[in-house]
T-cell receptor, first 113, second 110 residues
Framework: QQPVQSPQAVILREGEDAVINCSSSKALYSVHWYRQKHGEAPVFLMILLKGGEQKGHDKISASFNEKKQQSSLYLTASQLSYSGTYFCGTVPYSGAGSYQLTFGKGTKLSVIP | GAGVSQSPSNKVTEKGKDVELRCDPISGHTALYWYRQSLGQGLEFLIYFQGNSAPDKSGLPSDRFSAERTGGSVSTLTIQRTQQEDSAVYLC????????FGPGTRLTVT
């Protein structure tokens, strides 16, 4: 079952901040964030494994609330290069030992001058 | 190269023909995923391989689709009797913990 992302799309001016949310109906083992630019493959941003974990990559950071089965991606002081579609992928806990990575439908982020 | 590679990069085939898509994962990565992405759409899970375990085939859309992974490394996705709705970009990702995508194969069924 795929995670739900919100918003579906967002337009920012350079320098503005954005938050992209990802939620799942299942208990999660990990959350993965990717950015995909038009015509290219998705590029790995970060993985979060533990409840409450936060990570950062330049001015992009993410949090993972294991109890709520939610993750948020924070983009601060956005740059034109941040434009693209952001996907969250989730791996639920599975007694069968399968670590199926399922993606949300994506959030299209457009940064304008 | 250290990344995931896929071949061919583009494939045009006639409806009804079979196609094989290849994925070379990052060396040492035990997990391998196949996804399909239609134009402007999200990433649709197809199949997942983990080490020597039986693959998770729960995402394969029909029995025309199959995949194998030989020697725990290279994987081949086969689509038999292709249909126009199979047209999409097929992406492979390999994972140790972080997952990295290959450039994809753009399949066009005419």
């Amino acid at each position: 079952q795929q995670p739900v992302q919100s918003p579906q799309a967002v337009i920012l001016r350079e320098g503005e901040d954005a938050v992209i949310n990802c939620s799942s109906s299942k208990a999660l083992y990990s959350v993965h964030w990717y950015r995909q630019k038009h015509g290219e493959a998705p590029v790995f941003l970060m993985i979060l494994l533990k409840g409450g974990e936060q990570k950062g990559h330049d001015k992009i950071s993410a949090s993972f609330n294991e109890k709520k089965q939610q993750s948020s991606l924070y983009l601060t002081a956005s740059q034109l290069s941040y434009s693209g579609t952001y996907f969250c992928g989730t791996v639920p806990y599975s007694g069968a030992g399968s670590y199926q990575l399922t993606f949300g439908k994506g959030t299209k982020l457009s940064v304008i001058p | 190269g250290a990344g995931v590679s896929q071949s061919p990069s583009n494939k045009v085939t006639e409806k009804g023909k079979d196609v094989e898509l290849r994925c070379d994962p990052i060396s040492g990565h035990t997990a391998l995923y196949w996804y399909r992405q239609s134009l402007g759409q999200g990433l649709e899970f197809l199949i997942y391989f983990q080490g020597n375990s039986a693959p998770d085939k729960s995402g394969l859309p029909s029995d025309r689709f199959s995949a194998e992974r030989t020697g725990g490394s290279v994987s081949t996705l086969t689509i038999q009797r292709t249909q126009q709705e199979d047209s999409a970009v097929y992406l492979c990702a390999s994972s140790c913990r972080d997952s990295y995508f290959g450039p994809g194969t753009r399949l066009t069924v005419t």
